[in-house]
């Protein structure tokens, strides 16, 4: 019997044996930069050596004397905040399933709230990605539904009538057994889901969608997709190989995380929450810790520096 590979466990030990000081995380960050540990030197207009300079956070060019900065434009630039907490803040976020809230992250690391915020934000701000185009010919499918984030009409669940703003549309779109995309829409008209499904589909593939009337169009777009719809209206949730199951899965997921956790999300910020969500949920069979892939998404980009905006999370205190 096939059993899939375990993510490889890694504790706060390794974590206290890997990173002790800042300087092991700057080193690291050069490292992992300069592989082989020679940066272009923008003076000397080639890759020279480069040793740490003791009394700054940068590496000095052997030739010329020019400095390195391994946090320049990444996540850390101009932070006072020291290595070692962010990269401890990076593992907190790594070692949960549903996320943890930034009031704990300030209980953790002992910086305060606002800090511990703006340091959230920034690291979720890593896990947006790229994802391929999803199925193919011959492939397991694809699954696509829609589902409503934010506040509930007194007396009434479910989808919310036209004009009403309490509520945000999420469309989410997975590869059975693969990887799966969250993307806040502005509504879900056939117009909205049909340019999801030519954008994010592949032709040939086969698609499972519930009843709603916005997934009409797709078996006339004339790019070979085979259509298979199931009823919920009627009650019926399986039929076949005919369901939406996965994708709901990951609504159920996400949706007591963030009622757990978070409490509630703006609408500006849902975004880079669904983009943790599902940069969780697409590592699911990796073998590599979480914590390291989280550090692998570091990477060089012009910093805007502006004030942090309000906290939208409510947590309790």
Known sequence: ???????????????????????????????????????????????????????????????????????????????????????YAVYLIASTRCGISAKQIERETGVTYKTAWRMFKQIRSMLEEGVNPFGGPGGPGVEMDETYMGGRRKGRAGRPMAGDKKKTAVVGIVER???????????????????????????????????????????????????????????????????????????????????GVYHSVGKGYLQSYLNEYTFRYNRRFDTQPMFLSMLNQIEKRDIVVRRPPLAVEVEPF
Not at 35 to 56: E, I, L, N, W
């Open 177 to 259: 057994k693969g990887r799966i995309k969250a993307l806040v829409a502005d509504d879900v008209k056939g117009s909205t889901l049909l340019g999801l499904v030519k954008e994010h589909i592949l032709p040939a593939s086969t698609v499972f969608t519930d009843e709603l009337n916005g997934y009409d169009g797709i078996k006339h777009l004339n790019r070979g997709y085979t259509h298979n719809r199931i009823h919920h209206s009627s009650k019926v949730y399986v039929v076949g190989d005919t369901h939406t199951n996965t994708v709901e899965g990951f609504w159920s997921l996400i949706k007591n995380g963030i009622r």
């Open 1 to 87: 019997m096939n059993r899939k590979p375990k993510m490889t466990r890694f504790t706060k030990k390794h974590f206290d044996a890997m990173f002790p000081d800042d300087a092991t995380c700057l080193d690291w960050l050069f490292r992992y930069f300069h592989s082989d540990g020679m940066p272009f030197c923008d003076k000397c207009q080639k890759k020279t050596k480069h040793h740490r300079v003791v009394s700054r956070p940068s590496y000095s060019c052997d030739h010329c004397g020019h400095h390195v900065h391994p946090t320049a434009d990444t996540i850390f630039h101009k932070s006072s905040t020291a290595l070692t907490t962010w990269f």
